[in-house]
């Protein structure tokens, strides 16, 4: 797919609570075909302390106001720096980047699992899916209630489970202890984004059952575009990089021991 | 429009501006965001004479204008790149140059005879930073006796423009570059990333699985500038100077330090367009000074 470098204007910025932001961005093209899954490499200016640009999933491509919006969680440098930003401003963006989900077909049954900013790219996977005529099942993971968000943006697609570590909402404890893992088999595939240790708990059980599962990971990027070999990750086929071959990659071509 | 031709040895380039080994790819990877025939030249990424799958994750650390890596020269080997990449590759009207690197002088020699028979590669750069495993690692390039084995070698079988990539990991690099230009270097290149380490308060561990790593960027470009002005001073043969480069004005800098062309690398992560941009940047600044040719710029520091 043909990558694009575009000044975007943001044009809405919604704090949603203390560590996440939404930004929607503007294009003065036509924004190209973005697939779910898909990511951007945000270049952060004016700040002394960072150097390098930021991965961030695309987290919704909006064709009729021409916009594509990221979630991003405040947790260093950059994403501090970025959530100052005003409206108006621009930003450099490098897009579309990486290969993005394998979508399944209609009348089959989807489980989409994210934990922390995990949820980012699943929003975009979630809509293309429902278009597909798949029954999305998102399920959200977090510490306390207070981290969860857009928890309606995801309701349009499907049902929302959820589970808190502290157990002031949904289930208390991890993903992987939802009601929902007594019956895996329900489900055609599970695509999962979040903590690595998480996604190998739901890659073992996904394992377990029999269950076709994608994850998508979040290794340190410096291009983005394949040119530094910084990103891999091990496959069965040897290192890949995961900016260029993933970032999702199904659990079958890695080599975690699940 | 000024004179941007200059020459590296035998081999001529229609403009100073190459991109650094490791940086750029194959250049296809940039071919959405600029056209690569403008370039002077493209330096593909670290080749081998055997595949070889690199250090482990993480490879990367972002440090104060900078970054370390330990891609460990991940390639597929020169014979995979002569079969797969090369076809596909040389039909770029900007000198394709390939970087090779090994740990025994053999596998330099074999890997260098191999790239001589293509005829669009026009020359060869030596990564001598590597770790010599038959002297117990030690880098080639950081003792005149190890520089000298890998150069003679090479240019024995070698007979396109050899240009040799110089360690800044040295006590001084003069007696490095006097080593490659006396054993038939065509040019040398420098620098080479800088040995650094990037720590992890929290975890209390290394970032790099390597632990220590090469260190690149705005970070290393003083020490880069005072290499080439001293490398400049001692030796007849073309500089091509690198190490920070992020826009003209910087490139402008290296010239008058003693390069006769420049490379950009870790800038192409951040900017993919940034070689264009210094391509018109260097030539603005030539014609806003009335120089005609970037020759002249060459050494021209006013001390
Ligand atoms: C393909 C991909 C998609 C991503 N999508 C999103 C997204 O949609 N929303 C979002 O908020 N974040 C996303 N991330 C993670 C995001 O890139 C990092 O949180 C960000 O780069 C941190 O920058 P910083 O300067 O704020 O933090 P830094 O000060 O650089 O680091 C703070 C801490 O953040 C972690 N971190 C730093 N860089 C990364 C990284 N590249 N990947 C993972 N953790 C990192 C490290 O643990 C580090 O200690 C994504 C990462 C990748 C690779
Ligand atoms: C990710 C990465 C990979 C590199 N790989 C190579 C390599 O294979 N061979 C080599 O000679 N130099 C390699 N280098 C060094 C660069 O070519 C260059 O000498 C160095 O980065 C300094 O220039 P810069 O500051 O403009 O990046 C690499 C650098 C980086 C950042
Ligand atoms: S981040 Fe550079 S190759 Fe993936």
Redesign the pocket.
């Known amino acids: 797919m043909k990558k694009y470098i575009q000044d975007l204007q943001v044009v809405n910025k919604m704090i949603l609570s203390k560590e996440?932001y939404l930004l929607e961005l503007s294009s003065n093209q036509p924004l190209p075909e973005v697939l779910p899954g898909q990511?951007a490499e945000v270049e952060?200016t004016g700040s002394d302390?960072?150097f390098l640009r930021?991965?961030?999933?695309?987290?919704d491509v909006d064709y009729d106001k021409n916009t594509i919006s990221?979630?991003?969680?405040?947790?260093?440098?950059?994403?501090?720096?970025?959530a100052n930003i005003e409206v108006g401003k621009t930003l450099n963006v490098i897009f579309p980047?990486?290969k993005g989900f394998e979508l399944i077909n209609n009348s089959e049954n989807a489980l989409l699992i994210g934990g922390g900013?995990?949820i980012?790219?699943l929003l975009y996977l979630a809509r293309h899916l429902k278009k597909q005529g798949v029954k999305v099942s998102t399920l959200i993971g977090v510490r306390r209630s207070s981290q969860l968000i857009e928890l309606d943006n995801y309701k349009k697609y499907g049902e929302v489970l959820i589970t808190t570590e502290d157990g002031s909402e949904g289930t208390k404890g991890y993903v992987v202890n939802h009601p929902v893992f007594e019956n895996l088999k329900q489900f055609k595939k599970i695509y999962t984004?979040g903590p690595e240790v998480m996604m190998k708990a739901i890659a073992k059980r996904a394992n377990e059952a029999g269950v076709d599962c994608e994850v998508?990971?979040?290794?340190?990027?410096a291009c983005?575009i394949g040119a530094c070999l910084c990103?891999v990750t091990e496959t069965t086929e040897g290192n890949k990089c995961?900016?260029t071959e993933?970032?999702v990659f199904n659990i079958h071509n890695l080599k975690w021991q699940i | 429009m000024a004179d941007l031709k200059v020459n590296i040895g035998r081999l001529e380039l229609k403009n100073p501006v190459l991109t650094a080994s490791g940086t750029f790819g194959y250049g296809e990877e940039f071919a959405d965001f600029i056209d690569l025939n403008r370039l002077g030249g493209i330096i593909v990424k670290g080749t081998t004479l055997h595949h070889r799958e690199g250090n482990a994750y993480p490879r990367m650390a972002?440090t104060p204008s900078g970054m370390l890596n330990a891609v460990g020269l991940q390639n597929k080997g020169v014979d995979y790149f002569i079969e797969h990449i090369y076809p596909r590759i040389k039909h770029y009207d900007s000198a394709i140059i390939v970087n090779v690197s090994g740990s025994i002088v053999e596998d330099y020699v074999a890997t260098a005879e191999k790239l001589a028979s293509l005829d669009k590669i026009p020359a060869i750069e030596l990564n001598i930073s590597c770790p010599n495993v038959k002297e117990g690692g030690m880098a080639f390039g950081t003792s005149c006796p190890g520089a000298k084995s890998v150069i003679s070698a090479v240019r024995k079988v070698y007979p396109g423009s050899l240009m040799v990539k110089l360690s800044p990991n040295v006590t001084n690099i003069v007696d490095i570059a006097k080593v490659a230009e006396d054993e038939g270097a065509d040019s040398v290149s420098l620098i080479n990333t800088l040995l650094g380490m990037a720590v992890?308060a929290?975890t209390r561990r290394p970032v790099l699985s390597t632990i220590t790593g090469g260190l690149s960027g705005p970070a290393i470009k003083p020490v880069a500038l005072r290499m080439v002005w001293q490398v400049y001073n001692a030796v007849k043969i073309p500089i091509i100077g690198l190490g920070g480069i992020m826009n003209a004005t910087d490139a402008i800098e290296f010239f008058l330090a003693g390069a006769t062309a420049i490379q950009i690398g870790t800038a192409n992560f951040i900017d993919p367009q940034v070689t264009i941009k210094v391509i018109d940047g260097v030539n603005e600044y030539l014609d806003r000074h009335n120089i005609k040719s970037v020759k002249e710029l060459t050494g021209s520091l006013i001390v």
Do not use: D, W
């Open positions: 996440y990511f952060i302390t960072t930021r991965p961030l999933s695309v987290h990221f979630l991003v969680q405040i947790v260093g440098k950059a994403t501090k720096h970025l980047l990486g900013c995990g980012a790219p984004c998508s990971l979040e290794n340190m990027m983005g990103c995961v900016c993933g970032p | 972002e992890n929290e």
